[in-house]
């Protein structure tokens, strides 16, 4: 177990729906990153939050927005979803800001759009 | 604990020529190794490796893993000045479903 957590483990939903997936980070730590993993495809940066901030700002569509609440947990909102969204999303956290800390992943979450 | 080491940490080549960037890692329940590409802030998803000796391209970019020896190279050829980035290799692990990233190689690309 690594320490964080992610929510729900897997969701399931229709073309056109909006979904908000949560994040909780290790105890400690001021980051958060997501990510997107389809197939086999490596993980594809999204957004990073550093200490309620946003950081750094990956491949993420206009349809998906994130933020990093004080408590320090984080959300992901997929909005307009296309089949094409269908994927795992992992969170990850680490103690600082830079992006070679070392990164510690949740379970993912896996989103399914039918 | 998990180490990821980058070489070298800082080059830079002429427009036209070939690099070689290295990654060795010493970790835990090896799952996969990922390379990423930084300009500015964020990293762009390069390659991910999973099998030894088994080559991947993507244009001028390809990359091999090699889990005997726990490296692997990524070759840019005919670098051009938008090559210019750091870059990252990451090992990807089982279990706590972990990934270490090494320092970085700061490639500089001149004209």
């Known amino acids: 177990d690594s320490g964080v957590t992610q929510t729900p483990k897997h969701l399931i939903t229709a073309t056109g729906q909006r979904v908000t997936l949560r994040c909780s980070p290790r105890s400690g730590d001021l980051s958060v990153y997501w990510y997107q993993q389809s197939l086999d495809q490596g993980l594809q940066f999204l957004i990073q939050?550093?200490?309620?901030?946003?950081?750094a700002k990956g491949n993420i569509l206009e349809r998906f927005s994130a933020q990093q609440f004080p408590d320090l947990h984080s959300e992901l909102n997929l909005s307009s979803l296309e089949l094409g969204d269908s994927a795992l999303y992992f969170c990850a956290s680490s103690v600082g800001g830079s992006y070679t800390d070392t990164q510690y992943f949740g379970p993912g979450t896996r989103l399914t759009v039918l | 604990e998990d180490k990821v080491v980058q070489s070298p940490l800082s080059l830079v080549v002429h427009e036209g020529d070939t690099v070689t960037l290295n990654c060795s890692y010493e970790?835990?329940?090896?799952?996969?190794l990922l390379w990423y590409k930084q300009e500015k802030k964020a990293p762009t998803f390069l390659f991910m490796l999973t099998s030894s000796g088994i080559e991947k391209k993507s244009g001028r970019l390809s990359s091999i893993l090699d889990k005997k020896e726990l490296f692997s190279i990524l070759n840019i050829t005919a670098t051009q000045t938008g090559d210019s980035a750091i870059y990252l290799c990451?090992?990807?692990?089982?279990?706590?479903?972990?990934?270490?990233f090494g320092t970085g190689t700061k490639l500089q690309v001149i004209p």
């Open positions: 939050y550093y200490n309620g901030e946003e950081r």
């Open positions: 990451a090992a990807l692990t089982g279990g706590y479903q972990k990934v270490t």
């Open positions: 970790v835990t329940n090896f799952r996969s």
